[in-house]
């Protein structure tokens, strides 16, 4: 069965301590795997995507690398404006473009 | 700049009444999807449709149904909403080429009274 795994649920950080989020995956065949940011009461809004295994992308304090199995996004001296529900999802060969969903990561960061 | 618009931020129905969800995109896209979004079950598909008048089940088909007959709309329609139906409604919409980002509306909070 075609699955995604985020961990941790919940996350809290000081600003400036960096940390990781992982997204573990067992999927039949990758065609992408997306990162999503979402803010309390509002629609996931695009991050990254990557496609193959080595891959990494940047942008500002946030850093996404991807394995064979997981893909990880770095946060970097977070600051408390980087706070919010981090998804995970990835989009299966076998479709039309049907994304499956980790269940996210919600990260605090306090001042 | 890119939009998927849902017409209603917030709403409350009650229990048996026929609850209409729109969502509009301005990208021309093939791919429209609804997903609901729950506390601790993260987001679920509901129904996509990859083109005008398709539509495929998604994991959590259940007492919803979808329609789309413009590229540019797609809505999701509970037949007779009930308590187990509130949840955020998120639409969203892609390209069909591979590789890909879809795009997400604001969201839809139903409540069911």
């Not at chain 1, 985020?6 to 990758?30: D, H, K, M, W």
């Not at chain 1, 990162?35 to 940047?58: C, I, M, N, V």
Request: proline share 4%; hydrophobic share 30%.
């Amino acid at each position: 069965e075609d699955q995604v795994t985020q961990s941790p649920e919940a996350l809290r950080l000081q600003e400036g301590e960096s940390s990781s989020l992982n997204c573990s995956y067992t999927v039949s065949g990758l065609r992408g795997l997306f990162w999503y940011r979402q803010d309390p009461g509002k629609g996931p809004e695009f991050l990254f995507t990557l496609y193959s295994a080595g891959e990494e992308k940047e942008k500002e304090r946030l850093k996404a690398t991807l394995t064979k199995k997981e893909s990880f996004l770095h946060i970097t001296a977070p600051k408390p404006e980087d706070s919010a529900t981090y998804l995970c999802a990835v989009r299966l060969s076998s479709n039309t473009g049907k994304l499956i969903f980790g269940q996210g990561t919600t990260l605090q960061v306090k001042p | 700049d890119v939009k998927v618009t849902q017409s209603s931020r917030y709403l409350v129905k009650r229990t048996g009444e026929k609850v209409f969800l729109e969502c509009v995109q301005d990208m021309d896209h093939e791919n429209m999807f609804w997903y609901r979004q729950d506390p601790g079950l993260g987001l679920r598909l509901i129904y996509f449709s990859y083109d005008v008048k398709m539509k495929e089940k998604g994991d959590i088909p259940e007492g919803y149904s979808v329609s789309r007959e413009k590229k540019e709309r797609f809505s999701l329609i509970l037949e007779s909403a009930s308590t187990n139906q509130t949840s955020m409604y998120l639409c969203a919409s892609s390209l069909r080429r591979d590789k890909l980002r879809a795009f997400f509306g604001q969201g839809t909070r139903l409540t069911v009274v």
